[in-house]
């Protein structure tokens, strides 16, 4: 009696022998050979020069000056000066205070101070500027007293002193104080009429010839005229 067996079983027992078999697990399957297409031969042509880059020719004629003349700024405008200066000095012991007018370049004494004003100029109007600036110097130059050793004079201040801002070059002192209050054109005294020449004298002999008188000291500084209050 024969018995059919389904067709997955008679598959399987095909199967079984092959893998059994010992060549079986040491087979490898082959690495795929890989064909590189063929690179053409390198050229021994030389390299193409750069391609040439034509400049547009330099014209010789000179461009046309500009019609537009430059603009120049505007000159500055001079202060003016004047001859003298108005000065106010206060002695902050005895609460004393004084103003005074000191004429460009000559000493003014106050007390143990002299000044000299070099420079007097007032603020240009047409610019809108306001008060006035003095360049000046002041020494310490002390009195004589009877039995004291005078100290020498020395020099406390020397630069710009200016009307409106008393506190921006001020004169500093432990017992006087000054600032300036303006600038003044004084008159100009008219010069002389010149003098009519002299015939020279024949020189008298040696033994009668006159002693030179002795030189004239410098005078000394002139004492501050006051100033109204309304200059």
């Known amino acids: 009696m024969r018995v059919s067996l389904p067709a997955t079983v008679l598959l399987l027992a095909a199967l079984i022998p092959t893998?059994?078999?010992?060549?079986?697990?040491?087979?490898q399957t082959p690495p795929p050979v890989v064909v590189l297409p063929?690179?053409?031969?390198?050229?021994?042509?030389?390299?193409?020069?750069?391609?040439?880059?034509?400049?547009?020719?330099?014209?010789?004629?000179?461009?046309?000056?500009s019609q537009e003349a430059p603009v120049k700024p505007p000159a500055p405008v001079a202060r003016p000066r004047r001859t003298a200066a108005?000065?106010?000095?206060?002695?902050?012991?005895?609460?004393?205070?004084?103003?005074?007018?000191?004429?460009?370049g000559q000493p003014i004494r106050y007390k143990d101070l002299v000044f000299v004003v070099h420079v007097c100029e007032d603020a240009a109007q047409d610019l809108?500027?306001?008060?006035?600036?003095?360049?000046?110097?002041?020494?310490?130059a002390p009195l004589p007293i009877p039995g004291r050793v005078t100290p020498p004079t020395r020099q406390l201040f020397k630069g710009w002193m200016f009307a409106n801002s008393p506190g921006l070059h001020p004169f500093e002192h432990p017992v006087y104080?000054?600032?300036?209050?303006?600038?003044?054109?004084?008159?100009?005294?008219?010069?002389?009429?010149?003098?009519?020449?002299i015939q020279p004298r024949p020189a008298p002999p040696a033994a009668q010839r006159p002693v030179p008188p002795p030189p004239t000291p410098a005078p000394p500084p002139t004492a501050p005229r006051p100033v109204s209050p309304a200059h």
């Open 19 to 27: 893998a059994m078999s010992p060549g079986a697990s040491l087979a």
């Open 38 to 65: 063929d690179q053409p031969p390198a050229s021994s042509a030389p390299p193409a020069p750069p391609p040439t880059v034509l400049l547009p020719q330099a014209s010789s004629e000179a461009p046309a000056p």
């Open 86 to 104: 108005i000065l106010q000095a206060l002695d902050k012991t005895t609460a004393e205070t004084l103003r005074f007018e000191a004429p460009i």
């Open 128 to 140: 809108g500027q306001r008060g006035a600036a003095a360049h000046l110097e002041i020494q310490s």
């Open 177 to 197: 104080d000054a600032w300036l209050i303006g600038c003044r054109q004084t008159t100009v005294p008219e010069p002389a009429s010149p003098a009519v020449p």
